[in-house]
């Protein structure tokens, strides 16, 4: 009888390890996919260099606004442009308008 409940206990504490094992596998590899994810991501992200050659000039670009009053820069070279939030194109504004005037009332 007593080796019949010992080999009934270890059938069960067998069940439990393979249940256990498979459990911390999973976790292993919900663990590691997320750290591989995270260092990916970190590591291959382009890093934006900025690189000015030149100055573009009022004959290279285009400056205008769309309907949303967004500010668009545009270079008539490449035909690339950039657009940027109003409130970019309100506080250009904003600083040429006082440079203006500072160079008004100085005068």
């Not at 094992?21 to 995270?38: C, E, R, S």
């Amino acid at each position: 009888m007593d080796k019949l409940k010992i080999k009934n206990h270890l059938a069960k504490l067998e069940s439990f390890a393979k249940k256990l094992g498979n459990l911390m596998v999973l976790i292993i590899a919900l663990f590691a996919g997320g750290v591989i994810g995270y260092y990916y991501h970190h590591f291959t992200k382009t890093r934006d260099v900025i690189r000015v050659d030149k100055v573009n000039t009022m004959d290279m670009t285009s400056v205008a606004l769309n309907e949303r009053n967004e500010l668009m820069i545009i270079d008539r070279t490449t035909g690339r442009y950039v657009i940027y939030e109003d409130s970019v194109g309100s506080a250009i504004f904003a600083m040429y308008a006082n440079r203006m005037y500072a160079r008004a009332t100085n005068k």
